[in-house]
């Protein structure tokens, strides 16, 4: 393997690795609410807060993580951030009222923030060149093998010992994995030089480096929709699960087959998408998403943990296809700002969709506000069209159009 290739691939395992431990301490959040409800006595709609509050949090700092990276680099961002929310995740344990709660999942949801633009991009540059929404994939599937292992297994040691030493415990496991992170990533892309140092100062397309608006914004439109469907769902899921039957433990199990489910789905439809274009592939995860979600609700307990792996890769699917089709619409040295721009209008949708549906959920019920997040998944399809095909089989499946 040449020097390149192997330092494109020691970057995405760095990457992978941090995605892992990010998403981790996003999804043990589902485990969690149910277990603060019952302790705080808490409201659904309060529930939707406090998850707005963390993805509030890291929807206010995606964009600066992508500006200051430029700047600084991206090793120095991702070990402070890393620190940062390791630190709310601890401080979490101490907490004593709804308000604690709050800040404190604010402050982790900011360190959280620099994660997903700042990998995005180092894997994006690593493989300029290669089979990067692949790559992209890949790295997303190290993020939902978090998901995946994480809530499951802070579920069972919030049964023996408490969901306070639960967050303690991977606090401490986060504050650790910061130092790995700064030693790791300055062998590979160095500190400041990181970055993109030596960009320009005026993109050639504009501050934002977009080479084509109207298909960034589609773009954008769709991954706001997708993941305001996902978040909602996945905030609320466990509260539909323990009006069937399920345990805690039972609830941790279902979030790793979904989260399972979407591991397969992130890699499977990026690499489906290389083959058969974006376009295509949004329409059959969205569709399998409404559909999923609808036969989902009327389900015992036991047909329904049987469903959650099917629903998970459809769920997460379209996720992998719309990042990796960022890199295709911005300029090179603007890719960080784009992701980080392009991460907040979606971290966005997931900070403001719980609170929403709680709140419709404590009128109406949790089933009644699950329905309409099937009914939202399908309102993405009206705006597939509006992402340009390339033909069938080429690499991207998104024709550019500079200064379009």
């Given at each position: 393997?040449?020097?390149?290739?192997?330092?494109?691939?020691?970057?995405?395992?760095?990457?992978?690795?941090?995605?892992?431990?990010?998403?981790?301490?996003?999804?043990?959040?589902?485990?969690?609410f149910p277990l603060l409800?019952?302790?705080?006595?808490?409201?659904?709609?309060?529930?939707?807060?406090?998850?707005?509050?963390?993805?509030?949090?890291?929807?206010?700092?995606?964009?600066?993580?992508?500006?200051?990276?430029?700047?600084?680099?991206?090793?120095?961002?991702?070990?402070?951030?890393?620190?940062?929310?390791?630190?709310?995740?601890?401080?979490?344990?101490?907490?004593?009222?709804?308000?604690?709660?709050?800040?404190?999942?604010?402050?982790?949801?900011?360190?959280?923030?620099?994660?997903?633009?700042?990998?995005?991009?180092?894997?994006?540059?690593?493989?300029?060149?290669?089979?990067?929404?692949?790559?992209?994939?890949?790295?997303?599937?190290?993020?939902?093998?978090?998901?995946?292992?994480?809530?499951?297994?802070?579920?069972?040691?919030?049964?023996?010992?408490?969901?306070?030493?639960?967050?303690?415990?991977?606090?401490?496991?986060?504050?650790?994995?910061?130092?790995?992170?700064?030693?790791?990533?300055?062998?590979?892309?160095?500190?400041?030089?990181?970055?993109?140092?030596?960009?320009?100062?005026?993109?050639?397309?504009?501050?934002?480096?977009?080479?084509?608006?109207?298909?960034?914004?589609?773009?954008?439109?769709?991954?706001?929709?997708?993941?305001?469907?996902?978040?909602?769902?996945?905030?609320?899921?466990?509260?539909l699960l323990m009006a069937?039957?399920?345990?805690?433990?039972?609830?941790?199990?279902?979030?790793?087959?979904?989260?399972?489910?979407?591991?397969?789905?992130?890699?499977?439809?990026?690499?489906?998408?290389?083959?058969?274009?974006?376009?295509?592939?949004?329409?059959?995860?969205?569709?399998?998403?409404?559909?999923?979600?609808?036969?989902?609700?009327?389900?015992?307990?036991?047909?329904?943990?049987?469903?959650?792996?099917?629903?998970?890769?459809?769920?997460?699917?379209?996720?992998?296809?719309?990042?990796?089709?960022?890199?295709?619409?911005?300029?090179?040295?603007?890719?960080?700002?784009?992701?980080?721009?392009?991460?907040?209008?979606?971290?966005g949708a997931a900070a403001?969709?719980?609170?929403?549906?709680?709140?419709?959920?404590?009128?109406?019920?949790?089933?009644?506000?699950?329905?309409?997040?099937?009914?939202?998944?399908?309102?993405?399809?009206?705006?597939?069209?509006?992402?340009?095909?390339?033909?069938?089989?080429?690499?991207?499946?998104?024709?550019?159009?500079?200064?379009?």
């Open positions: 393997m040449s020097p390149p290739r192997r330092r494109a691939a020691a970057t995405l395992a760095a990457c992978s690795a941090i995605h892992f431990l990010h998403d981790g301490f996003s999804d043990t959040l589902y485990v969690l409800a019952g302790d705080f006595r808490l409201s659904l709609t309060q529930v939707g807060l406090l998850k707005m509050a963390y993805m509030g949090g890291m929807a206010g700092f995606q964009t600066p993580a992508g500006l200051l990276a430029e700047r600084w680099g991206e090793r120095d961002l991702l070990a402070a951030g890393t620190a940062l929310v390791a630190t709310g995740y601890f401080l979490l344990g101490t907490a004593g009222g709804f308000g604690a709660l709050l800040g404190l999942l604010l402050l982790a949801g900011l360190g959280s923030g620099v994660q997903h633009p700042l990998s995005s991009s180092l894997v994006s540059k690593g493989y300029e060149t290669g089979p990067r929404r692949v790559a992209l994939g890949t790295y997303n599937f190290a993020g939902d093998l978090g998901k995946v292992t994480v809530p499951a297994v802070a579920a069972l040691v919030a049964a023996w010992a408490g969901w306070r030493w639960a967050t303690r415990g991977y606090g401490v496991l986060g504050l650790l994995a910061t130092v790995v992170i700064f030693v790791l990533l300055g062998r590979i892309v160095g500190g400041r030089e990181g970055g993109a140092a030596g960009a320009p100062a005026v993109a050639p397309a504009g501050r934002w480096g977009i080479l084509d608006s109207r298909g960034f914004s589609a773009l954008a439109a769709i991954a706001v929709l997708d993941t305001a469907t996902r978040y909602a769902l996945l905030t609320f899921l466990p509260f069937k039957g399920a345990p805690v433990q039972s609830v941790g199990l279902a979030l790793a087959l979904v989260f399972g489910g979407g591991a397969v789905g992130k890699f499977v439809c990026g690499v489906i998408a290389e083959r058969v274009g974006v376009v295509r592939t949004v329409v059959l995860t969205e569709l399998a998403t409404g559909a999923g979600i609808f036969l989902l609700l009327p389900l015992p307990l036991t047909p329904a943990l049987v469903l959650l792996p099917f629903l998970g890769i459809a769920l997460n699917g379209t996720s992998s296809v719309l990042y990796g089709s960022v890199a295709d619409l911005v300029a090179p040295e603007r890719r960080a700002r784009a992701y980080g721009l392009f991460y907040t209008m979606g971290v403001v969709a719980p609170p929403l549906y709680g709140l419709l959920g404590d009128w109406a019920g949790v089933t009644f506000a699950l329905a309409v997040v099937g009914v939202m998944a399908l309102g993405t399809l009206p705006l597939c069209p509006r992402l340009r095909v390339a033909s069938i089989g080429a690499p991207g499946g998104v024709e550019i159009h500079p200064g379009a």
